[in-house]
């Protein structure tokens, strides 16, 4: 069983970067996205790379800001977070899809393991 752990959330100002990291034995071969949930919202989709490395999405909100990567020697799948702002602010948590391998999942119910996620704040 995959086991993810984030890292890398802070308080940022608008307008700078934050990396974002999340760490799993076994995840190198998986499909793994980013979502976030604000306060009072509904979590939503951030971003997803596949099992290969070679297909990633974005939401149009983060696209061209946000870029997602993985380092299969560390098992880890970073979030680089540029040009933050504060409608940015939310929990982030990375999961991975280890029913559907060859996935490019972009819906939370298609996930199954999920990480605790780590809080990431923009200031005006």
């Known amino acids: 069983q995959v086991q993810l752990v984030e890292s890398g959330g802070g308080l940022v100002q608008a307008g700078g970067s934050l990396r974002l990291s999340c760490s799993g034995s076994?995840?190198?071969?998986?499909?793994t996205g980013w979502f976030r949930q604000a306060p009072g919202k509904e979590r939503e989709f951030v971003s997803v790379i596949n099992w290969n490395d070679d297909i990633t999405d974005y939401a149009e909100s983060v696209k061209g800001r946000f870029t997602i990567s993985r380092d299969r020697v560390t098992n880890t799948v970073y979030l680089q977070m540029n040009s933050l702002k504060p409608e940015d602010t939310a929990v982030y948590y990375c999961a991975v899809d280890s029913r559907t391998p060859w996935g490019l999942p972009v819906s939370s119910d298609e996930y199954d393991i999920w990480g605790q996620g780590t809080q990431v704040t923009v200031s005006s």
């Open positions: 076994g995840l190198r071969f998986l499909p």
